[in-house]
């Protein structure tokens, strides 16, 4: 393990937070009470410390402590739930005003797209088709929605529907519109994710819409994953709550992909983590 020979006085929260990267590069993992003791300040330095990599997308939060962020498998789709999630509630809530009443929508897979779900109930009359069966169950109780849900394999990371029974279904479908969420968004303006059967629905589901809208908090921005679901010129409107990286924002003007910024309004930690 490194050790921390400067003291906590001499270094600045930039220099203590590129320290706290190399720890947890060189073990994976690292505790907040580790990482208390090695840089002697308190647990809440470290906490805003870590939340601030985190928003970098440099590490992963989790109850306790933080990683490296894998480029081949998603945090837990429980944990997910409460990341950003007031800037999911938002984004949510701002994306689904833009969808006019009456629409016919594919919905994927994604802790993003379920706030989402709920934000569309107040629409009217909208036909969703999706493999998102908690996303399902809420719109199917939205009065006068024609909810369709996808068959397929369930995932027991998100009990989604997978597999070629999905590809078959959603081919048979052109609907007005596809709202997805992605695990990162690279430099080159690629939109990845971590699952191959998950990334080749959301393609086709893509390629089948007259419209495509992409939502995602601003952690995913520079962030690693290894299957390309496609690339930002492939969209028509980004949903995002920060701005993204200058690159990405040259890429998203050069396609005349609309960005639509939507600050989070905070009703309290959205991490909800300790």
């Known amino acids: 393990m ?3 020979r400067t003291t906590a006085e001499t270094l600045s929260p930039r220099a203590r937070r590129e320290k706290i990267l190399e720890l947890i590069r060189q073990s994976g993992y690292m505790p907040i009470e580790a990482l208390t003791s090695s840089f002697q300040v308190t647990p809440q330095t470290i906490r805003f410390d ?4 985190a928003d970098e997308g440099r590490v992963v939060r989790h109850h306790g402590g933080a990683s490296i962020p894998s480029s081949v498998i998603n945090t837990d789709y429980d944990t997910r739930r409460a990341d950003f999630a007031d800037a999911k509630a938002s984004l949510a809530q701002a994306l689904a005003q833009s969808i006019p009443d009456k629409s016919s929508v594919f919905l994927a897979l994604g802790t993003t797209t379920l706030a989402i779900a709920h ?3 107040a629409r009217a009359g909208l036909k969703v088709i999706t493999n998102h069966t ?4 809420v719109l199917a109780k939205a009065a006068g929605f024609d909810v369709v849900l996808l068959g ?4 027991p990371r998100n009990l989604g529907a997978t597999g070629p029974m999905t590809i078959e279904a959603v081919a048979s479908y052109r609907p007005d519109v596809c709202i997805f969420s992605a695990g990162a968004i690279d430099v080159e303006g690629n939109i990845l994710d971590y699952y191959e059967h998950e990334a ?11 419209r495509s809208i992409l939502a995602v908090d601003h952690s995913k921005f520079g962030r690693s994953a290894s299957v390309v679901v496609g690339n930002v010129e492939d969209i028509d409107q980004l949903f995002t709550d920060k701005p993204p990286p200058a690159g990405i924002k040259k890429l998203l003007k050069l396609h005349k992909t609309e960005l639509i910024q939507v600050p989070p309004v905070h009703t309290g930690d959205s991490r909800g983590r300790a």
């Open 50 to 53: 870590l939340n601030v990599l």
């Open 2 to 4: 490194l050790k921390v």
């Open 134 to 137: 908690e996303a399902a169950q």
């Open 200 to 210: 080749a629905i959301v393609r086709l589901m893509i390629k089948r819409s007259r």
């Open 152 to 155: 397929g394999r369930l995932d």
């Open 119 to 121: 934000a569309l109930t």
